[in-house]
């Protein structure tokens, strides 16, 4: 029997709070309240292991008491810096050196912002003014089907996965944006196998840039690994040629590791795994390990010198220096507990044990991933790659589940995103104990899946 507390709770949720899933006013029963380690405890005091880090964000796990001693320090020095008028703070300063030594080499300026989606914004305006301060006038911006860059206005814009669904009701969308096939091998819109398609999505970038016209196109943003549409890497070839043709057409190349940075993939950055630089990275989610809402772009000097002189601000809370302590803190975490480290470790030893005894099962159709930003997919025929009918709820079934047996599993549905597929992304901090605890609990669930 749920205690009264928790039905208050609830009751009070559903009717006043937009935070359902899918529809406004309603939840699912669970009401949180505390998190330690890779654990997160609701109301009624049952644990469940975090397999999604929520939002695939708390990267450092839920006992990190350094970054709170952080943040209410920081608080009773100075409770609010802003980033206007010429004011600076000595904590975001701070933070912005810290950055730079962990940033791909070149990117060290940037513009500061509360979100992931804050931080989106902030690039695709920062990619247009910098073509009118280069005197292009260049707008245009291409981005991939099948990817998330959150549900602002450029967010939403660039925005691949699930246009139908995620734009019912709120169009027009903002103009400008041009979509092309991503690197979703398992599911190619050119029907075209790896390798033997030569990477064929990649070099379509360099088509579309000339049918558009490069004098037309600001910029190119991709999410290094698709996160939000299933935790989808791209071969890796693709970021290496689609880096060139940016730089062949002079097109900003943005980046947005809002999911797939600090350490998520098993790289500081997940660019790192072809060694190439973007021009923008937008970064956020994993900034502060979660403690606090933060978000930055990282850009070239290229651009910094640009966009000098040219009214570029961002928002109120930008730079908010008890986000930037919490960063401070978390950047010094990373790199003393070696936790990128440990996400590459833990990341090959969950993919070895979801290849060998995941894949071979009648209902998964593929495992793919980086580091422990591990997707997997979930099909009813497997030679067809055919997904189960929409109508059987079934990633929504086997969240449920999983609840029901201690543990949270992030999902994505068909419905929306361009595959049925469960995320396997824990806190980085995960040891492989925990690791198997997870994957038992998840193989017990994806098991018993019937096409
Ligand atoms: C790649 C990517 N970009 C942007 C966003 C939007 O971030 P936020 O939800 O913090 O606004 C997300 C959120 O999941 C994301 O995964």
């Not at 505390?34 to 929520?54: M, P, W």
């Not at 072809?274 to 651009?303: C, H, L, Q």
Request: net charge neutral; glycine share 12%.
């Amino acid at each position: 029997m749920t205690s009264r507390r928790t039905e208050k709770l609830l009751k009070y949720d559903r009717e006043h709070i937009v935070g359902s899933r899918w529809a406004i006013g309603g939840n699912n029963g669970i009401v949180l309240e505390k998190g330690y380690g890779i654990y997160l405890q609701d109301t009624e005091g049952t644990t469940y292991i975090d397999s999604g880090s929520q939002l695939i964000c708390v990267n450092l796990g839920y006992s990190q008491q350094e970054i709170i001693n952080a943040i209410r320090d920081e608080l009773e020095k100075l409770p609010f810096g802003m980033l206007f008028f010429g004011f600076t703070n000595d904590a975001t300063v701070e933070c912005a050196r810290k950055l730079s030594g962990i940033v791909p080499p070149g990117l060290d300026h940037f513009n500061f912002t509360t979100s992931g989606s804050g931080a989106v914004e902030l690039a695709i305006r920062m990619s247009r003014l910098y073509s009118s301060a280069k005197g292009t006038g260049k707008y245009k911006i291409i981005a991939l089907y099948d990817s998330y860059h959150g549900t602002t206005g450029g967010g939403l814009g660039a925005t691949g996965m699930g246009r139908g669904g995620l734009t019912r009701g709120v169009t027009p969308v903002m103009p400008g944006f041009i979509h092309i096939p991503s690197y979703y091998c398992y599911r190619c819109m050119f029907g075209l196998k790896y390798p033997g398609c030569d990477i064929n999505c990649a070099r379509y970038l360099n088509e579309v840039i000339e049918k558009e016209g490069a004098n037309n196109i600001a910029a190119f943003i991709a999410e290094p690994e698709m996160g939000a549409s299933g935790m989808i890497a791209p071969p890796p070839e693709y970021w290496p040629i689609v880096r060139e043709i940016c730089r062949k057409h002079d097109v900003l190349c943005i980046a947005d590791e809002v999911m797939c940075g600090f350490g998520r993939t098993g790289k500081m950055f997940t660019v790192e795994h072809w060694n190439i630089r973007p021009d923008i990275i937008i970064m956020s989610k994993g900034i502060t390990g979660a403690y606090m809402p933060f978000g930055a772009v990282a850009f070239s000097a290229e651009i910094w010198q640009a966009l000098i002189g040219r009214g570029l601000t961002s928002y109120t809370f930008a730079g908010h220096p008890a986000s930037a302590a919490a960063s401070i803190k978390a950047i010094e975490i990373y790199l003393r507990d070696k936790v990128v480290e440990n996400a590459a470790e833990m990341g090959k030893y969950a993919m070895e044990r979801l290849k060998k005894e995941f894949l071979p099962l009648p209902c998964v159709g593929e495992v793919s991933g980086l580091g422990l930003m591990i997707g997997i997919e979930i099909v009813a025929d497997k030679k067809t790659r055919k997904p189960f009918d929409l109508k059987l709820n079934i990633t929504q079934r086997i969240q449920d589940e999983g609840l029901e047996k201690g543990i949270y599993l992030r999902v994505s549905d068909i419905g929306t995103t361009p595959g049925d597929r469960i995320a396997f992304c824990p806190p980085l901090i995960i040891t492989r104990e925990e690791v198997d605890k997870a994957l038992d609990i998840l193989y017990s669930i994806v098991g018993n899946l019937k096409p």
